[in-house]
C-alpha cells in the first residue's frame, strides 16, 4: 500500500511540473522582429537582425541554456552561415547567456543493478561543427559528419587522436558508410550530391543529383551489390547510384510528402510474414526487377516517412535488369 501510494505521488508530481512547464512556454507576439519580444540587452538588435533569417526566435525565447551550450549554439549557427562576425557571435552569446541563464533540472536517480556503464566523451576540434552519423569501423576508428561545419572527421578511440577532413564544396554532410574497401560515403544534404572520401588519400569525389529538385539526400545504404541507396527527404524521391559507372537514377514515391527519411534493405528474396504488398513503379523507375516494401514490423523498426505517412519502409532488389 505504501508503495502503491508513493507512486501516485510521484506520478502527480510530475504531471504538475510539465503543467508548469508548459504554463512557461513564451507565446508570439504579432509584429514584433522574429515573432517574439526579447529582453533588453546590448546584443538585443543583432539577435533580431542575424537570427531570424532561417527561424523566428521561438527556440532562443524559450530555451533556458548553461554558458556552454549556448556558446555552442552560437558557434554552431556561425557553422551554418550565420551573418556575423566573430566579435558580433561573442556579444550575441554574452546577451543570450544573460537572457536566458540555466534553470534547475531534476536530478536523475541512480539505481543500483548488474550491469555498469560508463560514457567518455571527445570534444571535437572545429566548434559548432554539428557532429552526427557515428559509424564505427573493422579496425576500432569511429567517424562522424561534422554538418554544419562541411567536414567529416575520424576519431581513435584508444588515443584520442582526430583528424578532419574539410569538403572543398558545399556538402553540408547527413549520413555516413563506408564500402568494402574502407572508404567512406556521405549524403551532401546541403549540396545535392553524393560524395566519397578515399581515406589513403584524402581526396573527395562527388556525384551530383541529375535531377536539381533531389536537393536534400541523406541516410546512404549499400546493398549486397555495391549499389547505393539514398533518400531525398524534403525532395520525396528515393535514389540509386552505381560507384562503377557513377550513374544515378532518381524516382519520386508514390505517396506526396511522405518525406522518405531512413532507408533500409530487405535480407529476404520475399516478406515471409503479412499481405503481399504490391509493387510501385517508384522500383521500375529505378531499373529493378523486383522490390517490395518491407514487412509491417520492419516498418515500425525502420522510420522512413513521417510517422502518418507511411510510404517505401525498405526497398529490396534481385539483380539489375
Known amino acids: 500500500m505504501h508503495v502503491k501510494s508513493l507512486l501516485i505521488l510521484t506520478t502527480a508530481a510530475s504531471l504538475c511540473a510539465v503543467m508548469s512547464a508548459q504554463g512557461q512556454v513564451v507565446q508570439p507576439t504579432p509584429g514584433a522582429p522574429g515573432d517574439y519580444v526579447l529582453p533588453d540587452g546590448s546584443a538585443k538588435k543583432l539577435v533580431q537582425d542575424n537570427c531570424t533569417v532561417c527561424h523566428n526566435l521561438r527556440n532562443i525565447v524559450n530555451s533556458n541554456k548553461s554558458a556552454e551550450d549556448w556558446d555552442n549554439t552560437v558557434n554552431m549557427m556561425m557553422a551554418a552561415g550565420a551573418p556575423v562576425t566573430r566579435e558580433q557571435g561573442d556579444q550575441i552569446k554574452a546577451y543570450l547567456i544573460a537572457s536566458f541563464p540555466e534553470k534547475p533540472r531534476p536530478k536523475p536517480a541512480a539505481i543500483s543493478g548488474t550491469v555498469q556503464v560508463k560514457f567518455r566523451e571527445w570534444s571535437l576540434p572545429t566548434p559548432g561543427e554539428r557532429p552526427h552519423d557515428p559509424l564505427a569501423m573493422p579496425d576500432g576508428s569511429l567517424w562522424w559528419s561534422g554538418q554544419f561545419a562541411n567536414r567529416l572527421g575520424r576519431l581513435d578511440p584508444k588515443t584520442g587522436e582526430m583528424k578532419e577532413y574539410p569538403i572543398p564544396i ?52 549499400f546493398d549486397k551489390n555495391g549499389i547505393l541507396w539514398f533518400t531525398s527527404q524534403n525532395s520525396n524521391m528515393v535514389g540509386r547510384l552505381d560507384p562503377k559507372t557513377g550513374g544515378v537514377k532518381l524516382a519520386v514515391v508514390p505517396t506526396e510528402k511522405a518525406a522518405p527519411y531512413g532507408i533500409a534493405g530487405c535480407p529476404h528474396p520475399h516478406p515471409p510474414h503479412g499481405r503481399d504488398l504490391r509493387r510501385h513503379d517508384l522500383v521500375r523507375q529505378l531499373g529493378h526487377r523486383q522490390a517490395r516494401p518491407a514487412r509491417s514490423q520492419d516498418r515500425r523498426r525502420h522510420r522512413v516517412g513521417r510517422p502518418q505517412r507511411a510510404a517505401v519502409a525498405a526497398l529490396r532488389h534481385d539483380r539489375d535488369r
Open 170 to 221: 558545399k556538402g553540408g554532410p547527413h549520413g555516413l558508410i563506408n564500402d568494402k574497401d574502407g572508404n567512406i560515403w556521405y549524403a551532401g544534404n546541403w549540396g545535392g550530391h553524393i560524395g566519397e572520401l578515399d581515406v589513403k588519400t584524402g581526396e573527395y569525389k562527388f556525384f551530383p543529383m541529375p535531377d536539381p529538385k533531389a536537393r536534400d539526400p541523406h541516410t546512404p545504404l
